[in-house]
């Protein structure tokens, strides 16, 4: 997004928000003066001005706590902050992308996320779905992230294409450096990969004549208790589809 847009030219700066302590929030976002707080030795810049004029990606955005949601809020709406300990105002002019796993939409009805901050960012909204639902590019990540220079032998390229990966790219990322590490061969194997003995076997694949109804719903769920990932799997279904499943059962969410 950053390097097709009208400021790619500029910074690009990433904050993973589920990492910002509550008490420093306002400090990593908007900067502080010496002194602002303990430790604060010197004047440093928030990541709103690090970003002026290019983007500020905001990743695991459902993470914030309310009281960041607040102060974001209002920078969003102005484009001016201050930083802390200062009563001079500065303006930037930033592009905020967001990202999230978390149903926001959820977390609003439970209060855990402002329904105004919610929408003041969901200007374009892109629904990337689960890797298990995009098998066709599980192959071409795992190669992109190969580095050094050993290919993907056959089998190994299937099963990673039959493993449900409930951890997404990030786990595919990980399994493929560590079986980079472990390969003693010219090739990754599958036994380099430690995938579980499932991804060996076919999975059921998503159909129309995969639906399996309430009861075998509520039998996989207690087995797995209550763990969607799993469940989701054994079932031969995404996590997004099961959940589909659960709501048009009735099945409530826990």
């Known amino acids: ?85 200062s009563n001079r105002e500065r303006q930037v002019k930033v592009r905020v ?12 009805r439970d209060g855990s996320f402002r329904e105004d901050l919610y929408y003041r960012l969901n200007t374009v909204e892109l629904v990337l779905p689960p890797l298990a639902e995009r098998p066709g590019d599980i192959v071409p990540l795992a190669e992109r992230f190969l580095s050094a220079g050993k290919p993907l032998s056959t089998a190994a390229a299937t099963a990673l294409q039959r493993h449900p990966w409930p951890g997404n790219v990030r786990e595919l990322r990980n399994v493929i450096q560590r079986a980079e590490l472990l390969a003693s061969g010219n090739r990754i194997e599958v036994a380099d990969l ?39 799997a054994e079932l031969g279904l995404s996590r997004q589809a099961l959940y589909r499943r659960m709501d048009r059962h009735g099945i409530p969410r826990e």
């Open 194 to 232: 430690n995938l579980p003995r499932a991804a060996a076997a076919p999975r059921p694949t998503p159909s129309a004549g995969n639906d399996p109804d309430r009861a075998r719903i509520e039998d996989v769920l207690a087995r797995n208790h209550g763990v969607i990932a799993q469940a989701a």
């Open 97 to 108: 992308v967001s990202a999230t796993n978390a149903d926001l939409p959820a977390m609003i």
């Open 1 to 85: 997004i950053q390097a097709n847009s009208l400021v790619a030219k500029g910074p690009f700066v990433a904050v993973n928000c589920g990492a910002l302590p509550s008490e420093l929030i306002e400090a990593e976002l908007f900067g502080a003066e010496a002194g602002a707080y303990t430790g604060a030795n010197k004047a440093r810049e928030g990541k709103f001005e690090a970003a002026d004029g290019g983007t500020l990606f905001l990743d695991e955005i459902g993470n914030l706590s309310l009281g960041g949601q607040m102060k974001l809020l209002r920078v969003l709406e102005t484009g001016r902050f201050e930083r802390l300990g």
